[in-house]
């Protein structure tokens, strides 16, 4: 280890007993020399918070901040981890060690994505698992209304599918549905705009439908973006004064 001239020969110069070991330089740093003289600096221990404290919407995490109940005078990072996760963690520790205070953890309703359902859970699902569009819509019309013998025999273009669906008491009409699909699954925390994005809707012979996604994952980065955000407009004060750091 690199000593100052003037700490080398301070230790030089000490004749240490077993009650003297330690000895304390200053800036909070201390050595321990044991009887022939070695001197070895000591790496203190953080205390660290043994769990964090676990929250389930982002204005939880947020009230948490504001009431400056813990770290008060260090500076914080928000890290937006995923789109259903944020952690609050303190800079490094003295052994090297990084304190999580909180985790936020959204609460999202399952859906079945890339599994076919039949009609029934698949209209219970899109009415409660979805936020209403025009794309929603025209799907829960076809499964809600599928004439179920005609499937089989559905028009199929590799793109779009024809289905046959009721159109009155006695009769049915064809219709063409569209392919993509844009949806807006609940994915992230209920504060912030859900993120739409595109989906390959199919059916088979039941009736059973699915929603396969294709925009290769990027709603992801934009539901970060939205959290991301939506924490900076409700912290602005909170990032200025205690120097929390915001990453996405």
Known sequence: MDL?????????QLKTKPEEHIVDIGNDRYLVINDDGNV???????????????????SGMIKYIKANLDRVDKPLILQVKN?????????????????????AQAIIPYFDFNNFLDSENFVIAFQSKFVRNNDRDILLQVMGKVVEES?????????????????GVASKADVKVPNPVTLIPYRTFVEVKQPESKFVFRM???????????DGGAWRNQAISNIREYLENNLREEISK????IIA
């Open 204 to 214: 088979k012979d039941g009736p059973r439908g699915a929603i396969f996604e294709a």
């Open 40 to 58: 070895q600096e000591i790496i203190p221990t953080a205390i660290l918070a043994n769990d964090p404290l676990e929250i389930n919407t982002l």
């Open 83 to 103: 789109e259903t996760q944020v952690l609050l963690m303190g800079t490094l520790a003295s052994d090297g060690r990084r304190e999580t205070l909180a985790v």
């Open 4 to 12: 100052t001239t003037e700490a080398i020969k301070y230790l030089t």
């Open 151 to 167: 499937v089989k025999d559905t028009g199929d273009d590799g793109i779009s599918q024809a289905i046959s669906i009721r159109s």
């Open 242 to 245: 205690r120097k929390i750091t």
